[in-house]
């Protein structure tokens, strides 16, 4: 089977084996399984195909064959080959067999995939009594054995396919399941605003210290890769603190082909892993994020004597982790060619107290460069807007752009969107972003003393006037066609009484 292969059949297939689950555990359960299972068989059809290619060259060696094979992205046990699963799903015990499977390829792959697996059980009482469980095993193994999940490099000829089938289930559970999906979603035209506003070069590294399942990461590579000729010449770094979800991230990784990354698992805020030689926090040239909105229980406790100073500027409220976030990314921009942009909730932008005395100092150290606002209904499991906040360590000047971009969208039922492309939302956000200029009520450059002024406050109603004027009335004309529709009437009530007394009444 040669033909070129077509995402939205992949991306059908996939979507179909979900159904498999449904009505028996929930999305936030299954989509685990899913995407495990997606990855597993992704692994065994790069293993079969080469191990095939190799075959056909060297048939007569399979000494040789075997050492060729050791030199694969990923090494693959015999035992643990989806084929060798599929085959055996009649019997009983697939849970047990598919565990196995994925701790013997942990196993071979240490360096690559320690602790991928760990959070993940086939064998696990959530899928039921031990025959029900044998049962949706079965039909998970059948759905993935179907031709259009057949993922041979040989037929497919890129990675996209198969990553962009991830990032497809990924949105769709986020979508299906709401808040808790979305904790760790940032739609696809949010990421490549950010990732456009970033704009990473060639030989930069890139930090999420909230990764959830890493698409916004992937898609400041991705801006190498289309600036440059699909140069892999950049280094990607995460951290997420939910276990299941930074295995998410690892995998989504290497269905992208994208290597040469590193993704901890801890918390940001309380225990950063991200550090380097001298162990102090690692700077990155481009550091961009979508932490949990108003996060309560942040970790004030440990902030104010933290060992990296990341709260010199003042500690945030503990129910609201906003700045936490921020101060941490503020932190690890490297001192010349460091730039970020957070998502995050408006209050930030007016917020008074502690958060108000952090944003005065931020903006006094010239380091806010813009502020973005964005329609609401853009992320999955909240219907508030948000906006986009860009700090630079080397501004070009000391003013604040301030973009009100929250009226333009394409409306959507449950959620809205921005649209991509030439003469798209996006590139309007990102063309006056670039030109940091005013443009009536659009966007307003303010400056240090109209920040001041303002009390350090944001609210970017306060810089963009998008007050439309009312079209005068002309009440002259008006009274005119009062007065017609008044005459109008009265005919018409005279005919409708000739009419009624023709009729008797």
Request: proline residues 4%; contains cysteine; aromatic residues 10%.
């Given at each position: 089977?040669?033909?070129?292969?077509?995402?939205?059949?992949?991306?059908?297939?996939?979507?179909?084996?979900?159904?498999?689950?449904?009505?028996?555990?929930?999305?936030?359960?299954?989509?685990?399984?899913?995407?495990?299972?997606?990855?597993?068989?992704y692994l065994s059809d790069?293993?079969?195909?080469?191990?095939?290619?190799?075959?056909?060259?060297?048939?007569?060696?399979?000494?040789?064959?075997?050492?060729?094979?050791?030199?694969?992205?990923?090494?693959?046990?015999?035992?643990?080959?989806?084929?060798?699963?599929?085959?055996?799903?009649?019997?009983?015990?697939?849970?047990?067999?598919?565990?196995?499977?994925?701790?013997?390829?942990?196993?071979?792959?240490?360096?690559?995939?320690?602790?991928?697996?760990?959070?993940?059980?086939?064998?696990?009482?959530?899928?039921?009594?031990?025959?029900?469980?044998?049962?949706?095993?079965?039909?998970?193994?059948?759905?993935?054995?179907?031709?259009?999940?057949?993922?041979?490099?040989?037929?497919?000829?890129?990675?996209?396919?198969?990553?962009?089938?991830?990032?497809?289930?990924?949105?769709?559970?986020?979508?299906?399941?709401?808040?808790?999906?979305?904790?760790?979603?940032?739609?696809?035209?949010?990421?490549?605003?950010?990732?456009?506003?970033?704009?990473?070069?060639?030989?930069?590294?890139?930090?999420?210290?909230t990764c959830g399942s890493?698409?916004?990461?992937?898609?400041?590579?991705?801006?190498?890769?289309?600036?440059?000729?699909?140069?892999?010449?950049?280094?990607l770094y995460g951290q997420?603190?939910?276990?299941?979800?930074?295995?998410?991230?690892?995998?989504?990784?290497?269905?992208?082909?994208?290597?040469?990354?590193?993704?901890?698992?801890?918390?940001?805020?309380?225990?950063?892993?991200?550090?380097?030689?001298?162990?102090?926090?690692?700077?990155?040239?481009?550091?961009?994020?979508?932490?949990?909105?108003?996060?309560?229980?942040?970790?004030?406790?440990?902030?104010?004597?933290?060992?990296?100073?990341?709260?010199?500027?003042?500690?945030?409220?503990?129910?609201?982790?906003?700045?936490?976030?921020?101060?941490?990314?503020?932190?690890?921009?490297?001192?010349?060619?460091?730039?970020?942009?957070?998502?995050?909730?408006?209050?930030?932008?007016?917020?008074?107290?502690?958060?108000?005395?952090?944003?005065?100092?931020?903006?006094?150290?010239?380091?806010?460069?813009?502020?973005?606002?964005?329609?609401?209904?853009?992320?999955?499991?909240?219907?508030?807007?948000?906006?986009?906040?860009?700090?630079?360590?080397?501004?070009?000047?000391?003013?604040?752009?301030?973009?009100?971009?929250?009226?333009?969208?394409?409306?959507?039922?449950?959620?809205?969107?921005?649209?991509?492309?030439?003469?798209?939302?996006?590139?309007?956000?990102?063309?006056?972003?670039?030109?940091?200029?005013?443009?009536?009520?659009?966007?307003?450059?303010?400056?240090?003393?109209?920040?001041?002024?303002?009390?350090?406050?944001?609210?970017?109603?306060?810089?963009?006037?998008?007050?439309?004027?009312?079209?005068?009335?002309?009440?002259?004309?008006?009274?005119?066609?009062?007065?017609?529709?008044?005459?109008?009437?009265?005919?018409?009530?005279?005919?409708?009484?000739?009419?009624?007394?023709?009729?008797?009444?």
């Open positions: 089977m040669n033909d070129q292969i077509k995402q939205d059949e992949v991306n059908k297939a996939v979507w179909a084996a979900c159904d498999t689950f449904r009505g028996t555990v929930s999305a936030d359960v299954y989509k685990d399984y899913v995407l495990t299972m997606l990855f597993l068989k790069v293993w079969q195909d080469h191990y095939d290619e190799y075959k056909k060259q060297y048939g007569d060696t399979p000494e040789l064959i075997a050492e060729l094979m050791t030199n694969e992205r990923f090494v693959l046990p015999e035992s643990a080959n989806f084929t060798t699963l599929y085959k055996a799903r009649h019997e009983p015990g697939n849970g047990e067999r598919i565990d196995k499977a994925l701790h013997a390829i942990e196993e071979a792959n240490v360096g690559k995939l320690r602790d991928v697996f760990q959070d993940i059980s086939f064998n696990s009482n959530k899928l039921g009594e031990e025959k029900q469980k044998n049962d949706i095993l079965c039909h998970l193994l059948e759905d993935f054995s179907r031709p259009e999940l057949n993922m041979r490099p040989s037929r497919i000829g890129n990675l996209d396919v198969i990553g962009n089938a991830y990032e497809f289930l990924i949105k769709n559970f986020a979508a299906d399941a709401g808040r808790k999906a979305g904790e760790f979603y940032t739609p696809p035209e949010v990421s490549e605003l950010m990732a456009e506003i970033m704009d990473m070069a060639e030989g930069e590294e890139a930090c999420d210290p890493g698409s916004l990461l992937m898609k400041c590579g991705r801006r190498v890769q289309a600036k440059f000729g699909g140069s892999k010449k950049y280094a997420e603190s939910i276990g299941s979800t930074w295995a998410l991230a690892k995998m989504n990784m290497f269905l992208h082909g994208e290597d040469n990354h590193r993704i901890e698992w801890g918390d940001t805020i309380r225990n950063p892993k991200l550090l380097d030689a001298e162990d102090r926090l690692k700077h990155f040239d481009v550091v961009v994020a979508n932490p949990p909105f108003s996060l309560d229980k942040w970790g004030v406790d440990t902030a104010e004597n933290d060992r990296f100073g990341r709260f010199r500027r003042g500690v945030p409220p503990k129910t609201k982790g906003d700045y936490a976030f921020i101060l941490h990314m503020i932190e690890t921009m490297k001192p010349k060619t460091g730039r970020m942009a957070v998502v995050a909730p408006h209050g930030v932008l007016f917020r008074g107290s502690s958060e108000g005395k952090i944003r005065q100092k931020l903006i006094e150290e010239n380091l806010l460069e813009a502020v973005i606002g964005l329609p609401e209904k853009l992320f999955y499991g909240t219907g508030i807007p948000a906006c986009i906040l860009i700090f630079r360590k080397t501004k070009a000047d000391d003013k604040v752009l301030f973009i009100d971009a929250s009226r333009e969208f394409k409306s959507g039922k449950n959620q809205n969107q921005l649209t991509t492309g030439p003469d798209s939302h996006v590139s309007k956000i990102v063309e006056t972003y670039r030109n940091r200029a005013t443009v009536d009520k659009y966007a307003y450059l303010a400056t240090p003393e109209e920040l001041a002024e303002n009390d350090y406050n944001l609210n970017i109603p306060r810089y963009v006037d998008t007050f439309e004027e009312e079209e005068e009335i002309d009440l002259v004309a008006v009274r005119a066609e009062r007065l017609k529709l008044k005459a109008e009437l009265a005919t018409l009530e005279e005919k409708m009484d000739g009419y009624l007394k023709e009729l008797g009444y």
